[in-house]
């Protein structure tokens, strides 16, 4: 029996008004569907749109063209079954790491008390169950990632939006939060929209990686398959002959629209 559709772009087209008044489409014709339980992760060059699409699926932006559907249902406004995880910190600094994962509970109303007791349920879920009573600022960055996972995963919702969330992390603790987030997630299998740059990274925590074009007028050009067994471990599982097969493949598509994007000097989709 097939999985319900999380998320379902549909002809969708992004654009954009520029300052000299001329409209850039950022992304043209985008056809793109997560099923339940699905984790997609998206490559592409520089400016592409990836994070267009990504605020696209999460309400932020509203598309010039084509359709957008959250769980069979048309999105109007923000999507409330997805939690977005940024690539910057969105922490509050005044904050301890336990009110900053217990706030996502009290602003729906959930009773302090209750909400504190299960934000230290979920700090100890991430490994920082002794670290409650610091701030942002005595937090090392992979710490304060657990935080902001910690805070989105607490809302339990059905769906993860994730841009580039350990792009500002060194090699190591990036793997060691994806190997975490492969633990957590593997627990409900929430349906998963995580934007990298890293095509080694896609590949080890991935159902399936999707390639977009170099832009203006990105398109998706390219959906592979990852069948490499899970559970899987990051450290590990670089090793394997499949993941290097499947690596080689897929750069030799990628690496070209890279090579194009540096060509044009096109203007980032995501910055504008």
Not at 24 to 39: D, N, P, R
Not at 72 to 95: I, S
């Amino acid at each position: 029996m097939a999985m319900p559709t999380a998320v379902a772009l549909d002809d969708t087209t992004v654009a954009f008004r520029v300052a000299d008044g001329r409209l850039y489409t950022a992304v043209e014709k985008a056809h793109l569907s997560v099923a339940q339980g699905e984790f997609v992760a998206i490559v592409g060059p520089t400016g592409c749109g990836k994070s267009t699409l990504l605020n696209v699926a999460a309400g932020l932006l509203k598309p010039a063209s084509g359709s957008v559907k959250v769980f069979d249902q048309p999105l109007e406004g923000l999507n409330r079954e997805a939690g977005y995880l940024f690539q910057a910190d969105a922490l509050f600094p005044w904050k301890t790491a336990l009110d900053n994962v217990a706030i996502g509970l009290e602003v729906k109303g959930t009773p302090r008390a209750e909400a504190l007791k299960r934000a230290q349920d979920w700090l100890a879920s991430v490994g920082l169950g002794a670290f409650a009573g610091r701030y942002p600022h005595m937090l090392s960055g992979g710490q304060r990632k657990r935080v902001a996972l910690a805070q989105v995963l607490i809302r339990d919702p059905k769906i993860l939006l994730m841009d580039e969330p350990f792009g500002p992390l060194d090699a190591q603790t990036r793997q060691v939060m994806g190997n975490l987030l492969l633990e957590l997630w593997s627990a409900d299998r929430k349906a998963v929209l995580f934007v990298t740059h890293d095509l080694e990274e896609a590949i080890a925590l991935a159902d399936r990686v999707v390639i977009m074009s170099a832009g203006p007028s990105s398109h998706i050009i390219g959906n592979w398959q990852v069948g490499l067994p899970r559970p899987r471990d990051i450290f590990e599982v670089r090793l394997d002959r499949d993941f290097h097969a499947l690596h080689r493949e897929i750069w030799g598509v990628l690496k070209a629209e890279v090579m194009k994007s540096y060509a044009h000097g096109s203007p980032s989709a995501e910055a504008i």
